[in-house]
């Protein structure tokens, strides 16, 4: 068995600095690119691999009834999801983004970045709290209808349903109450309220034919999938830019000479500093892939920020170069259950990073100011403290 000890890591957690995690993914694309853990689960690094996985209908969504036997409402998210029951709410979740198109977002984006990114203070800051985690909070709050008041209980679950996840899914199905579960409930609730009222807010146009396709508590769970999923990943995305222009003084002087290059600097972020670092599918049958054989309902564990930094597509896959021609990469996904919300974000993080240009002429490091988190599903920072000046 390939690196069993050294690799244990990839399973849950304990990722603080941002070197371990790219000098493991190194070792498992180089050594065992479909890497059989000791545990039982199967980790894909390269990209080619990787792409097709995303792609190839035997790989289900559907976790397999036996091994997690539970009530929770994570079982109900649209991720988990294949066939009809996917379908109708993916079709609900689209209706606002086909209707009226990423532009009727822009007013919501362009408050919420008015609002938080105007109003701090220069010198040295904490930019995960200040903006980078308040503008998509408050953006997908508005978009949801959810109170101003309640950001926090949003806050709260979400960062709770990122350690939850991060737990596998032995403890993840198991619990009888989570997070999600709360979550569930509150939005559930919420779905009710809002229904009986005249107007709906606007990234839930769907909701009427949701619930009737799939009921209350189904669509409940999905609006608390939309909240997560709308927001958590995004506030990395902004953190990560922030921090590898602020690293790269070269880079952020190139972007601030050419602005169409925000473009890129977003891509490349994405590339390098993947939010989701984890995508699970499991074979509906008996599969070959690199050349291994992996058994129907095998956890198959996508690493697409592994793939991000595959040699084989990506030349110097380390560095961050906003000269690099935008190509595509894995971190929104692809095929069926490829990302929803990518010009929400890509707009949140253009519109954040053009107000910052705009109000500071300096953006620098401070030393000891970046705390990774320590998830090794989701890559993000805790806190990035960085030096501002007008
Ligand atoms: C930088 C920000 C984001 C990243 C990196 C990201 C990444 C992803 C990825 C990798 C998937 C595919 C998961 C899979 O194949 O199992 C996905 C799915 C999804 N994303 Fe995003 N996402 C982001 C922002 C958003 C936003 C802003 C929204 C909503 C407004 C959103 C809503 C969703 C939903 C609902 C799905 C499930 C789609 C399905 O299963 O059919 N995401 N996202």
Redesign the pocket.
């Known amino acids: 068995m390939h690196g069993e000890s050294r690799w244990a890591g990839i399973r849950s957690g304990s990722f603080g600095a941002s070197g371990d995690l790219y000098a493991l993914y190194d070792a498992m694309r180089r050594e065992a690119p479909v890497w059989g853990a000791p545990w039982g689960d199967v980790y894909v690094s390269h990209f080619d691999l990787v792409a097709a996985c995303?792609t190839d209908p035997r790989m289900s969504?559907l976790p397999p009834a036996s091994g997690v036997a539970s009530d929770s409402a994570l079982r109900n998210w649209?991720?988990y999801q294949e066939g009809s029951t996917?379908a109708a709410i993916?079709a609900a979740?689209q209706k606002p983004f086909a209707s009226g198109g990423p532009a009727a977002l822009k007013p919501y984006v362009d408050q919420a970045v008015e609002l938080h990114c105007t109003t701090v203070s220069d010198g040295d800051l904490d930019i995960v709290p200040a903006f980078a985690r308040a503008v998509p909070e408050s953006v997908?709050a508005r978009l949801l209808g959810v109170p101003a008041a309640d950001i926090p209980r949003l806050r709260a679950w979400s960062m709770a349903a990122r350690e939850l996840l991060d737990g596998g899914f032995g403890t993840a199905f198991d619990e009888t109450t989570n997070a999600v579960d709360e979550m569930s409930a509150y939005f559930t609730a919420h779905a009710a309220r809002l229904l009986k009222g005249r107007e709906l807010p606007m990234?839930l146009a769907g909701l009427p034919d949701l619930v009737g396709k799939v009921g209350l508590d189904v669509a409940g769970a999905n609006l608390a999938?939309?909240a997560f999923?709308?927001?958590e990943?995004?506030v990395h995305?902004i953190s990560h830019l922030f921090y590898h222009l602020a690293w790269a003084p070269d880079q952020l002087a190139t972007v601030r000479d050419e602005p169409k290059l925000v473009t890129n600097a977003i891509a490349e972020t994405?590339r390098l500093e993947t939010?989701?670092q984890k995508?699970c599918r499991w074979p509906t049958e008996t599969i070959e892939l690199g050349g291994q054989r992996l058994a129907k309902d095998t956890l198959v564990v996508l690493l697409?920020g592994a793939a991000n930094r595959d040699p084989r597509r990506f030349a110097e896959a380390d560095r961050f170069d906003l000269r690099r021609p935008v190509g595509q990469n894995l971190?929104?996904?692809r095929g069926?259950?490829?990302?929803?919300?990518?010009a929400?974000?890509e707009m949140e993080a253009r519109a954040v990073l053009a107000a910052a240009l705009e109000r500071w002429s300096a953006i620098e490091p401070v030393e000891g100011g970046a705390k990774w988190l320590d998830n090794a599903s989701f890559r993000g920072l805790d806190r990035l403290v960085l030096r501002l000046a007008a």
């Open positions: 995303l969504h649209l991720i996917h993916r979740f997908i990234l999938l939309l999923a709308g927001h990943t995004t995305l994405l939010p989701i995508i697409p971190a929104f996904g069926p259950h490829v990302c929803i919300g990518r929400l974000a």
